[in-house]
């Protein structure tokens, strides 16, 4: 297995751009997470999926954040508009048995 | 809310020296894991500890979980530039819902 996949690895934009994040979980696993890791504040839980559902989004910071999960091989994660103060690292992660499967992560930065 | 102290924050040391990383919690822990994340990856599980003084080893890697379950250690023997990394260690008690703190950065200069 490939383990957990996310593209792209590296996004700039400029502030008020869309940004959207992909993610591939690792097959089978059905609880899907997305973080922000920043140097202030650490890795933070934004949102989790389990079967494809939502199921906690109250890390989610504030209405220009969105996430999807269509399907179980596919999530996304989309910032509409961008802000400078959204640059960090977002990684995308699932849920094997009582671990958490990491992938390298989204280094996003809005200028 | 419970709130994890990772300490020292940042560490650098030369190959081959010892070194112990630590982290204490406000309240107990139901379970605790360690990760480490290498610069430019996602975080890796290392281990998970679940009973009070549990102690495990992981090569040069020893893990120690507090009697009260409220902190935990991880000492490295004869550390390597291999175990450059930001280590983690989230309360696991919710394995959907871990809680983080800032980590140790740890640099090992060959």
């Known amino acids: 297995d490939a383990g957990v996949i996310q593209s792209p690895r590296h996004e700039v934009t400029e502030m008020g751009q869309e940004v959207t994040l992909r993610c591939k979980p690792i097959s089978g696993h059905n609880s899907l997470f997305w973080y922000r890791q920043t140097m202030m504040r650490g890795l933070e839980l934004l949102i989790y999926?389990?079967?494809?559902?939502?199921?906690?989004d109250s890390g989610m910071p504030e209405d220009r954040f969105s996430a999807k999960m269509p399907n179980a091989s596919f999530s996304t994660l989309k910032i509409q508009p961008s802000e400078p103060r959204d640059s960090a690292v977002y990684f995308c992660?699932?849920?094997?048995?009582?671990?958490?499967?990491f992938g390298p992560g989204t280094r996003l930065t809005v200028l | 809310t419970q709130l994890l102290e990772q300490s020292p924050q940042f560490l650098s040391i030369q190959e081959g020296e010892n070194l112990t990383v630590y982290c204490n919690s406000s309240?107990?822990?139901?379970?605790l894991q360690w990760y480490r994340q290498e610069p430019g990856e996602g975080p890796v599980l290392l281990v998970t500890v679940v009973t009070g003084g549990e102690v495990k080893k992981l090569k040069r890697l020893t893990f120690q979980f507090g009697d009260a379950r409220k902190d935990s250690s991880l000492h490295i023997t004869a550390a390597q530039p291999g175990d450059t990394g930001l280590y983690l260690c989230p309360n696991a008690g919710n394995n959907r819902k871990l809680i983080w703190g800032l980590g140790t950065s740890l640099a090992v200069n060959p």
């Open positions: 309240s107990v822990f139901s379970s």
């Open positions: 992660a699932t849920l094997g048995w009582n671990e958490q499967f």
């Open positions: 999926f389990n079967n494809n559902v939502p199921i906690d």
